[in-house]
């Protein structure tokens, strides 16, 4: 990104927040809103679009500072795509993303019908007071039969991306940052920006 030595990675998830910053460009300066002691927004969008927008554009407000934020989910297809844009609140409501999952496998079970499912991300990343631009990343994929794997956060354990026999939490970092929907997001982004 020309022209930025600094960027707030819009995001009090510290799996995100690592994540996000490993795609951005080394030479910036990645800050946390924890650090600057910014709340989160309450998010009342109704799709990962609006969300990614509205995080963007508070934290910029916030801070002043060029803000990236992410807004991101698991949809279940037999579950009428929930989680969706609760996905993170489905984690809160069940004491944890362990029993979240539990959850998710014990009505994809119930159901037995397909378990294909989608991990969607918006990013957005807004520059200043009028200029905002998003993208969005899918990744399609299916339920496991079982939570599988230690590495990464959130729902990983669960997803398994089309074409691949493991879960995103079996693969390494560096592998699972190469095809998930976060990356897909931010390519998309960057060929939408020529500053980046």
């Not at 795609?23 to 809103?33: R, W």
């Not at 230690?150 to 592998?175: E, L, R």
Request: glycine share 6%.
């Amino acid at each position: 990104m020309k022209k930025i030595n600094k960027i707030l990675v819009g995001t009090h998830n510290l799996g995100k927040f690592k994540e996000i910053s490993h795609l951005l460009p080394k030479k910036i300066k990645k800050i946390s809103p924890i650090k600057l002691k910014i709340k989160a927004p309450k998010e009342t969008g109704k799709t990962f679009l609006q969300n990614s927008v509205l995080k963007a554009n508070y934290f910029y407000k916030k801070s002043q500072i060029i803000s990236i934020s992410d807004d991101s989910g698991l949809e279940v297809k037999c579950l009428n795509n929930k989680p969706g844009i609760y996905s993170a609140r489905w984690g809160k409501k069940y004491k944890g993303f362990q029993k979240a999952m539990n959850k998710i496998l014990f009505l994809v079970n119930k159901k037995k019908k397909s378990r294909e499912a989608h991990f969607v991300c918006s990013l957005s990343i807004k520059f200043n007071h009028k200029k905002i631009i998003s993208a969005v990343g899918r990744v399609k994929g299916s339920i496991a039969n079982k939570i599988k794997g230690t590495n990464g956060f959130g729902y990983d354990a669960i997803f398994i991306p089309s074409g691949k026999k493991i879960t995103y939490a079996q693969m390494s970092k560096k592998k699972k940052t190469k095809i998930d929907h976060r990356f897909i997001a931010y390519q998309k982004l960057k060929k939408s920006l020529k500053t980046l």
